[in-house]
């Protein structure tokens, strides 16, 4: 049951209460003054108003010293709890991300995922092996208010369209490459929109929704590609290529794990440089501070870094 009077408290003077700590503590308003940095007019000032708002002289003078009336003596130990208390209160609690359990909730694309969670995973086990990370594709339309919500702790991918309501940050530029089999298909070593165009195309989203930079840049040039199939997960794009005379064109962070399980899929750049998507990292500004969060942010950061740097060239360049 919450019996708190919020309207007797606001007359409570924080200030005044850690000046009254003091005087009951050292029973002198000039070491009180001294110990407080403050001159003694301005101790002696709270301390008429204290005893105003108390109905108690609370200190007394006795001879030479003071003494504490049967309210302050009262009120001595309790007050300086409740002071502890409250300085505590603001403290923040020390953090060890070593020591943590609990699960993260991501939400990125299949395609991210597939590039970004095995580096990051094992960075966690060497630096915070109580964390568990909980990934979801989520369409980036959906992103704000998942972040709003509590549904997800941040999000990573291509967020074409940006709001001002969320705190953002680039974690790496990634341009487009074309899977393909070679034992399937034979593409030229400059691609442009037409030899994209001309091929039949197996379609993943990399941005959680059904638009394509990809339709949109032929679109530009006057041309549009044929689809054969359209599938949410990456997995099947390495056996339908190695099958079909198709192509498959895909963010460049994807190239060292097709290049590990590719069923011998080489790759080849797009030519236009222009052609390329910012992957980011999304997160709700109520957790700007928030330790464990810093510490995900970062590490995702440092891991995205390192698979920028670690991108091979592509066939062709």
Not at 32 to 37: E, K, N
Not at 80 to 105: E, I, N, Y
Not at 219 to 230: P, Y
Not at 260 to 280: F, K, M, V
Request: glycine share 4%; charged share 15%.
């Amino acid at each position: 049951m919450n019996n708190i009077d919020h309207r007797q408290l606001r007359r409570l003077d924080l200030n005044s209460l850690v000046v009254l700590h003091t005087l009951l503590s050292t029973r002198s308003v000039s070491l009180s003054a001294d110990r407080l940095c403050l001159g003694q007019p301005a101790v002696s000032h709270i301390l008429k108003h204290l005893r105003q708002q108390l109905g108690d002289e609370l200190l007394c003078r006795y001879g030479r010293s003071m003494v504490l009336t049967p309210l302050a003596e009262a009120l001595l130990a309790p007050l300086g709890l409740w002071l502890q208390q409250g300085q505590q209160l603001l403290q923040p609690p020390a953090f060890d991300v070593a020591t943590v359990t609990k699960t993260m909730r991501l939400a990125m694309p299949d395609l991210l995922e597939a590039a970004l969670l095995p580096p990051l995973i094992i960075a966690l086990q060497q630096q915070a092996p109580g964390l568990t990370l909980a990934t979801a594709a989520m369409a980036s339309s959906q992103v704000e208010a998942a972040l709003a919500d509590g549904q997800i702790d941040c999000a990573i991918g291509y967020f074409p369209q940006p709001s001002d309501r969320l705190q953002r940050q680039s974690l790496l530029q990634s341009r487009f490459i074309c899977l393909y089999h070679p034992a399937q298909l034979a593409l030229p070593a400059a691609l442009g929109a037409a030899d994209i165009a001309s091929a039949p195309h197996i379609f993943t989203s990399y941005s959680g929704a059904s638009s394509s930079l990809i339709d949109d840049y032929l679109q530009r040039h006057g041309l549009q590609r044929r689809i054969l199939a359209n599938t949410a997960s990456l997995l099947a794009i390495p056996s339908i290529l190695a099958q079909l005379p198709a192509v498959s064109v895909l963010p460049d962070v994807i190239a060292p794990m097709i290049q590990r399980y590719g069923h011998g899929l080489r790759w080849q750049a797009i030519a236009d440089a222009t052609l390329s998507i910012p992957i980011e990292l999304l997160w709700h500004p109520r957790f700007n501070a928030d330790p464990l969060q810093q510490f995900l942010r970062q590490l995702i950061a440092d891991q995205a870094r390192q698979l920028q740097q670690a991108l091979p060239v592509p066939d062709g360049q």
